[in-house]
């Protein structure tokens, strides 16, 4: 069993710049396919941003693109979302996941891929 436990959230002014962290445990994380989502109130859940197990090949959103940079530390066991120029448009909560497969690329934007999620931080973005 994978568990997921994110933390680093919080306020941050727009401009501003945030990393979340996610703790995995059961599995080492290479060995997953990990993944960023986040959901704004009213709004359904979106992919953000994502790795693919074994090489790490890292995947975004084009509405994060050149703003938010996904990796992990095989050593810790950690992955990480570094979120860059944040806008008000990006507060939501934010939620780390993983698949246990090897999900093909065209797949890796669905939260149904993923069969482990952490319970999610909150990043607010206002001035």
């Known amino acids: 069993q994978v568990q997921l436990v994110e933390s680093g959230g919080g306020l941050v002014q727009p401009g501003g710049s945030l990393r979340l962290s996610c703790a995995a445990s059961?599995?080492?994380?290479?060995?997953?396919?990990m993944a960023w989502f986040r959901q704004a109130p009213g709004r359904e859940r979106e992919f953000v941003a994502g790795l693919k197990r074994g090489m790490g090949t890292t995947y975004a959103a084009n509405s994060v693109k050149g703003r938010f940079t996904v990796s992990r530390d095989n050593g810790k066991n950690m992955a990480y979302l570094q979120m860059n120029a944040l806008e008000p448009e990006d507060t939501a909560v934010y939620s780390c996941?993983?698949?246990?497969?090897?999900?093909?690329?065209?797949?890796?934007?669905?939260?149904?891929?993923?069969?482990?999620w952490g319970q999610g931080t909150q990043v607010t973005v206002s001035s």
């Open positions: 996941a993983a698949s246990s497969g090897s999900p093909i690329v065209s797949s890796l934007p669905y939260a149904s891929t993923y069969d482990y």
């Open positions: 059961g599995r080492t994380v290479s060995s997953l396919a």
